[in-house]
């Protein structure tokens, strides 16, 4: 799959929200970042529209970036993912829980 063009600001993720953490098909409900100084908190819906708009979430393991993209599952409902890379953990599940 090719990189999308991001003509918006990118945002780094390093914690998400899940209802059941251990739960594989239960959707992520928020994801968030920065740091003390500038937190940000967004819901599913929030995020989803941000890369709509051209913006980009990126997860980041060992210097290494990896894209989020939205994707719309076999319910039509749409869920975040990244794309598939040389880690074996899944890129967004294994960020800690934001506070």
């Known amino acids: 799959m090719a990189k999308a063009t991001v ?40 995020a989803i529209a941000f890369i709509d708009r051209g913006g980009m979430l990126y997860v980041e393991e060992d210097g290494k970036q990896t894209e989020v993209f939205s994707r719309e599952g076999p319910s039509g409902k749409r869920y975040l993912t990244t794309t598939r890379d040389d880690t074996k953990e899944n890129n967004l599940l294994s960020l800690r829980e934001c506070p």
């Open 7 to 46: 003509t918006g600001p990118a945002k780094r993720v390093t914690c998400i929200n899940k209802i059941d953490r251990r739960d594989p098909n239960e959707r992520i409900t928020h994801v968030g970042g920065g740091t003390l100084a500038t937190a940000w908190k967004w819901t599913l819906d929030e």
